[in-house]
Every structure is written in structure tokens, then in C-alpha cells.
């Protein structure tokens, strides 16, 4: 059955997540032009594009357990996930500044006195060196600083769950489960770079 998923997953290209992964914001911006979003179809639009980066993030962290434990090969797909999270991402702040709040004084204000907004913009900064360092080339320049940048992968999960936990009003399972999630994926990394570095001493 494995064996059977990891062919599939070799024979589709890459280029296929890309394209459907850009053809979602498309989709979700027509739905919001014919009325499809409800009565308040930017704050939808904020929704869903914020939604979906947290599931890209979560399904990026998921790649090495789901080989170690599951057998699944996602290896990859994992750029292709970590670009489109950042995309998204991106997306889910320019429709917060550009048909949301608009007004730069308002923005900046949000930015300083509420902290779930802070920690989602301290968030997307880490993403952004890890966004122009996607590449082949900077992989080849950076070396092994490469490996080391990309670790703020973890603090901008992070932020990205906790960001949801805070902006929601009221007690709400969903984003407590995106966090939770979150947290366990980050868990088993650091438990499996604490248990290498066990090893290697060993050796």
C-alpha cells in the first residue's frame, strides 16, 4: 500500500502542486466577486487564505514523520509546500492591508497594540529569508548556513498557530487543534535531533 502511494507520488510532478496551489487564491477571488463568500467576503477571503497557509505549514512539518513513521515520501513536494505556505501566507497579509484595514496609520497602529497581530507579522518576517532562499542556487551559495536558516521554520510555525489561537473571540477548538498540531510536529523534530546528536556522541 506504501509502496503503492510513494509511485504515485514519484510519478506526479511538482509543477501540478504549484499550479493548483496558485489556481486556489484565483478561485477563492472569483467566489468573492459573484457573492460566493458570504456577506463579508474580505474577511472570508482573510480567512480561508490564513487557513489554508496553517494546513501547507503543518503538512511541510509533517513531511519527515510521515517518512520516518508512516513510510509516506513527500521529500519532493517540501519546497513546493514551504513556497506556497509563504505565497499564502503573503496573500492572507495583503488582503488584511489592502481591503481590510487600508488606512497605513490604522495598520501600524494594529501592529503595535494588538499582539496577535504583531506575533502573525513577526511570523511572516522569519518567512521571508526562508521564501528567498528557496532555490537551488541559494541551497549551492549558503552550504550548510543553508540548513541553519531554514530552522526558523519552526519559530514562524509556531507564531502562524499561536497568531490563530489569539485573533479568535471566545474559547474555539479549531485553532487550539492547528496549535496543538503544531507543537507535536515540532516535538518529534527537536526529539529526533536530540536522539542523533545522541548517537553521533556515542560513536
Do not use: C
Not at 509543477?15 to 472570508?44: H, I, N, Q, R
Not at 509516506?72 to 501566507?89: D, E, M, P, Q, S
Not at 497579509?93 to 506575533?119: C, E, F, N, T
Request: net charge positive; no cysteine; aromatic share 10%.
Amino acid at each position: 500500500m506504501i509502496d503503492a502511494i510513494n509511485t504515485a507520488l514519484r510519478r506526479l510532478p511538482t509543477w501540478v502542486l504549484y499550479l493548483l496551489g496558485s489556481l486556489y487564491p484565483v478561485w477563492l477571488l472569483y467566489l468573492g466577486m459573484t457573492g460566493g463568500l458570504g456577506a463579508d467576503p474580505v474577511k472570508a477571503l482573510e480567512h480561508e487564505l490564513g487557513e489554508r497557509a496553517l494546513q501547507l505549514l503543518i503538512l511541510g512539518l509533517a513531511v519527515t514523520p510521515l517518512r520516518r513513521f508512516v513510510g509516506v515520501n513527500l521529500i519532493r513536494f517540501r519546497r513546493a509546500l514551504g513556497v506556497l505556505t509563504f505565497t499564502y501566507v503573503a496573500l492572507h497579509l495583503l488582503v488584511w492591508l489592502l481591503l481590510d484595514v487600508q488606512v497605513v496609520s490604522q495598520i501600524l497602529a494594529d501592529i503595535a497594540k494588538r499582539p496577535y497581530i504583531s506575533i502573525g507579522m513577526a511570523g511572516f518576517v522569519l518567512m521571508v529569508p526562508l521564501a528567498l532562499t528557496s532555490n537551488d542556487a541559494s541551497v549551492k551559495r549558503l552550504g550548510r548556513k543553508w540548513k541553519r536558516l531554514h530552522l526558523l521554520t519552526y519559530p514562524a510555525a509556531f507564531l502562524g498557530g499561536l497568531h490563530y489561537v489569539m485573533l479568535v473571540k471566545g474559547f474555539q477548538i479549531e485553532p487550539l487543534i492547528y496549535l496543538t498540531v503544531i507543537v507535536v510536529l515540532l516535538a518529534l523534530r527537536l526529539f529526533g535531533f536530540v536522539v542523533r546528536s545522541f548517537v553521533v556522541l556515542r560513536v
